[in-house]
């Protein structure tokens, strides 16, 4: 079976520092990573994710992940944090024959 | 707009009501998904269905009646229902299944329940 673990539930950083969300993950065959957003009374929407191919993926807003098959992780970044980054972030793993199993997700509060 | 419209957006029942949540996809996509998420936990997959066929029913107890009757649309049926069921229901759409070549869930805004 496949598991995601997002590192901190709550991430604080101010406006303009650099966003960095952990995930980890685990699977026994070659995994499909994704990360999500999900805004304050709304669903959750992709950011990105990664198949095959390239390892560094990048997403809407700004925002990217490294696919690390060697520390097993999936960590998303952003240069420099919005007010508007203010969100709940899920990681999620599949894989071949699997379904999508998500992490807790991460808050992120943006400070002025 | 996700292209996964819920209806209704919030519902409140007793626990001796019968309701329903809907869900309709304008993605051409052939999978279907229940997601329930309450505070503090992850997303639970609750069922999956895939070119209207039932293909992953999560240990979910039999006050959920899911309904498929085409590809484009998906019930939840709900029938005397606890407190602890108050959550917000998903439901989601993808081309396959996520495990096929990495397909992406796409999600409607969800059906906030409370039973009361």
């Known amino acids: 079976a496949q598991s995601v673990t997002q590192l901190g539930s709550h991430v604080s950083v101010s406006e303009g520092a650099l966003v960095l969300l952990r995930c980890n993950y685990s699977?026994?065959?070659?995994?499909?990573l994704f990360w999500y957003v999900q805004y304050p009374n709304q669903g959750l929407q992709l950011l990105l994710k990664?198949?095959?191919?390239?390892?560094l993926v990048k997403g809407i807003n700004g925002f990217e992940a490294e696919f690390k098959k060697s520390e097993t992780s999936f960590h998303l970044t952003k240069p420099s944090a919005h007010m508007s980054d203010a969100a709940e972030y899920f990681c999620?793993?599949?894989?071949?024959?699997?379904?999508?199993?998500f992490g807790k997700g991460t808050s992120l509060l943006v400070t002025p | 707009e996700t292209g996964v419209t819920q209806t209704p957006r919030h519902l409140v029942m007793g626990m001796t009501n019968k309701k329903s949540l809907k869900c309709e996809q304008h993605?051409?996509?052939?999978?279907m998904y229940w997601y329930k998420q309450s505070a503090k936990k992850p997303l639970e997959l609750m069922f999956v269905?895939?070119?209207?066929?039932?293909?992953e029913n999560n240990s979910v107890p039999s006050r959920f009646s899911p309904e498929c009757p085409n590809s484009s649309h998906l019930f939840l049926h709900l029938h005397t229902l606890q407190p602890e069921d108050s959550a917000l229901y998903l439901c989601?759409?993808?081309?396959?299944?996520?495990?096929?070549?990495?397909?992406?869930?796409?999600f409607g805004e969800g059906s906030w329940l409370t039973v009361v």
């Open positions: 989601a759409s993808s081309q396959a299944t996520p495990g096929l070549s990495g397909n992406t869930i796409y």
């Open positions: 699977s026994s065959v070659p995994p499909y």
């Open positions: 990664y198949t095959t191919g390239a390892t």
């Open positions: 999620a793993v599949s894989a071949a024959g699997y379904a999508l199993n």
């Open positions: 993605l051409g996509h052939n999978a």
């Open positions: 269905y895939n070119f209207k066929e039932q293909t």
